[in-house]
């Protein structure tokens, strides 16, 4: 209501001020009275309706921006009405349309760099784990769907390695599901620390972990897996679950010939098994 009762008060002044200054015209330019005026009533909408956007930080350029625009467009609108002279077309017309103009760009440039950033911000939300900051599942199929095609597109290869922490499920019973999450989040949080830029890491479901690297062979993938298993063994494990051991499985594949990245997934995975089946906390390759 409040800017309802500026924007009338603004044109009854622009209006009076022009009436009173300066002389009528003979010939009233109709068409350009028309189309001004309806510039002047969208400047004032948009004035109205960028209140909805009151507690960001670019909505003060955009309602003055808009105000002033407006202001500069009733100003123009009258000119078809009054003759004006120079020095007022100038100041009123031009400048405030000019400052008007610049703040909205201003309000626009900040509204489309948060709009951006939000963008962003959704999408590795989209892709990450809540609960050990990792890639989730599908951000790590993005990796490993990444990976496979620099992997053909280069004529190299990689490999994938599953991750699944042993006996879990002990874990869980015995010292509750919230203990459990804590062991996932400090392990995740170690794995992305340990590992570096070109080892993609995430969390592909459960208990369950997934590694791809570039570029390497299944001896150096294995390597990496006993590295990791070495490291996480020495690594303080929450005390929410006392001295209770926590150790890990692993399943090594390479990529081969024209297989798909599933392929090698499925191929870790019947790696990952053996080592259970083996014993748990041990490496295999398949």
């Given at each position: 209501?409040?800017k309802?009762?500026?924007?009338i008060?603004?044109?009854?002044l ?5 009436a009173w200054a ?7 330019r ?5 189309t001004?005026?309806?510039t002047a009533?969208m400047?004032?909408f948009?004035?109205?309706?960028v209140?909805?956007l009151?507690?960001?930080?670019y909505?003060?350029?955009?309602s003055?921006g ?7 467009l009733?100003a123009d609108s ?7 002279n120079?020095l ?10 000019l400052l ?8 626009v440039k900040?509204?489309?760099?948060e709009?951006h950033e939000?963008n962003l ?9 809540g609960l050990t900051?990792l890639?989730n599942r599908?951000?790590?199929q993005?990796q490993l769907?990444?990976t496979?095609?620099r992997?053909?597109?280069e004529?190299?290869?990689y490999?994938v390695?599953?991750i ?7 874990i869980?019973?015995t010292?509750g ?17 340990f590992?570096?830029e070109t080892q993609?890491v995430g969390r ?7 590694i791809s ?13 006993e590295e990791?298993?070495m490291y996480?063994?020495?690594h ?8 209770h051991?926590?150790t890990?499985s692993?399943?090594v594949?390479?990529?081969?010939g024209?297989?798909s990245?599933l ?6 995975d019947?790696?990952?098994?053996q ?6 906390n ?5």
């Amino acid at each position: 209501m409040q800017k309802i009762i500026i924007i009338i008060l603004t044109a009854l002044l622009s209006y009076g001020f022009s009436a009173w200054a300066f002389n009528p015209v003979d010939d009233i330019r109709m068409f350009n009275l028309v189309t001004e005026s309806f510039t002047a009533i969208m400047a004032a909408f948009f004035f109205l309706k960028v209140d909805a956007l009151k507690n960001k930080p670019y909505h003060i350029y955009l309602s003055l921006g808009f105000y002033m625009a407006f202001v500069a467009l009733c100003a123009d609108s009258f000119d078809q009405l009054f003759y004006h002279n120079e020095l007022y077309t100038a100041v009123v017309e031009k400048s405030m349309k000019l400052l008007g103009y610049a703040m909205v760009f201003v309000g626009v440039k900040k509204w489309l760099e948060e709009y951006h950033e939000m963008n962003l911000a959704l999408n590795r939300q989209a892709i990450t784990d809540g609960l050990t900051g990792l890639y989730n599942r599908r951000g790590m199929q993005q990796q490993l769907e990444k990976t496979h095609q620099r992997a053909v597109e280069e004529k190299r290869t990689y490999c994938v390695i599953v991750i699944d922490v042993d006996d879990f499920k002990v874990i869980n019973d015995t010292y509750g599901h919230v203990a459990g999450d804590e062991v996932l989040s400090v392990m995740g949080k170690a794995m992305l620390d340990f590992l570096n830029e070109t080892q993609k890491v995430g969390r592909w479901g459960g208990e369950e972990f997934a590694i791809s690297e570039f570029g390497v062979s299944l001896e150096e993938a294995a390597v990496t897996c006993e590295e990791v298993r070495m490291y996480l063994a020495e690594h303080p494990m929450p005390k929410s679950i006392a001295d209770h051991p926590v150790t890990m499985s692993f399943g090594v594949s390479q990529l081969k010939g024209d297989a798909s990245y599933l392929d090698v997934v499925k191929r870790a995975d019947r790696a990952l098994y053996q080592s259970k089946t083996a014993g748990k906390n041990r490496v295999t390759v398949l």
